[in-house]
């Protein structure tokens, strides 16, 4: 009997879009995954990470996610895997846990020790209470939890060190899965989760995707996962994508687009089939839209064309405006309005590029805070005081670390 697996990860219940509120998005996409469960005989949902964007959910986000897993509960799916990824607060994933499970929803909010790492490999069974499958479900494995910090360490020497914690993590988890495995009368498949940056792993200049450790260098290759899972279930990465081209270890990718950049980008599920003569077969559910983005780019005559095709549409519809013209044009607000008003039109951003004089050309006066992440700022700050290059790579990564130690505290200490 072939056992139906859905991997989903990066659902960012919460995040906001220039101030613009999504849980219209967030509620739909939920509704359309509970359907989708029902329709293709869901076995078991796994949720790769960054169930919410930040580590103290709003309310709203809150109620999502709790009705979400009372109805996922009475759908048939027998067996829900949660782990949180980087944006997650551990303890906050992990306060339920108790309650959770005698849903038969596991959650994973931080990894265990060594001398405790099977508390990560959970052994699930069938309405008949015969084992079917086991999952090594592995949460973002934080800085703390894969490496020792120890004084002279050079930026390559965190990143290295960094990626061999991460693959020793997976291959102890590893190993006691296959020694329960071993127990069992029938041996069944194991699938691993993670919440980690593969190498070679395609991101979007606006989908929120965070480097997860000192330095940018500690990507993980496909070899960091040991050959005894059959299917590893990742998060962190919005785009859909499989890891070296290999389809058994796959990003889901966001359900929703995270940024305008992503406008154009079609959202998928995996839908993991593993058959009772151990075939593993992945295809890709497409995800609909629930509220369309849209990103306009040129000079006032594109714009203006493009503008009142849009408006002529009858379908709500978020808008980027980017004016990319030389000549300056002050009135380009008041403009777009005019164009817009009365349409179901709405323009969450307009950015202006039009160059002043050749004197501005290296300035960053075109940028809002919005667009930028932490890193990006303190880049800023380093380029506004004049720091040396060669001193500025130290300082970057000293940065990096102060701002993941900010991000692992609890959350009302980490508002201060």
Known sequence: ??????????????????????????????????????????DVLIVAGDIFDTSAPSHQAQSLYYQFLCQVANTCCRHVIIIAGNHDSPTFINA?????HALDIHVVGQASPLDSIS????????????????????????????????????IEDKAKNAVLGIQQHYAQVAQAAQQLNATLTHPVPL???????????????????????????????????????????????????????????????????????????????????LGSDQTVQVSLLAIPVFQRLQRVRGDWDQLQAELTTLTQENESIWVEVIYSAATLMPDLREKIEALVQNSTIEVLRIQNQALAPSALLQSHEQESLEQLSELDVFQRCLDSHQIEPSQQPELTAAFQEIWHLALDLPPSSSSH
């Open 191 to 273: 699938i691993a989760t993670g919440h980690l940056f593969a190498a070679g792993g395609k991101t979007l200049a606006d989908d929120g995707v965070r480097d997860l450790y000192v330095g940018s260098l500690a990507h993980i290759s496909a070899d960091c996962f040991p050959d005894c899972f059959d299917y590893v279930a990742l998060g962190h990465l919005h785009v859909p994508q499989s890891v070296a081209n290999n389809d058994t270890i796959r990003y889901s990718g966001s359900p929703i687009a995270m940024g305008f950049g992503e406008a154009k980008q079609q959202k998928s599920l995996c839908l993991v089939r």
């Open 96 to 100: 339920p846990k108790d309650l959770l």
């Open 119 to 154: 508390d990560e490999v959970l052994l699930l069974t069938d309405a008949s209470g015969t084992p079917e499958l086991i999952v090594c479900a592995v949460p973002y494995l934080r800085d703390r939890d894969v490496r020792l910090v120890q004084a002279g360490e050079t």
């Open 1 to 42: 009997m072939s056992l139906n697996i859905l991997h989903t990860s990066d659902w960012h219940l919460g995040r906001l879009l220039y101030d613009k509120r999504r849980d219209h998005e967030f509620s739909a996409f939920l509704d359309w995954l509970l359907l989708t469960i029902q329709q293709q005989h869901i």
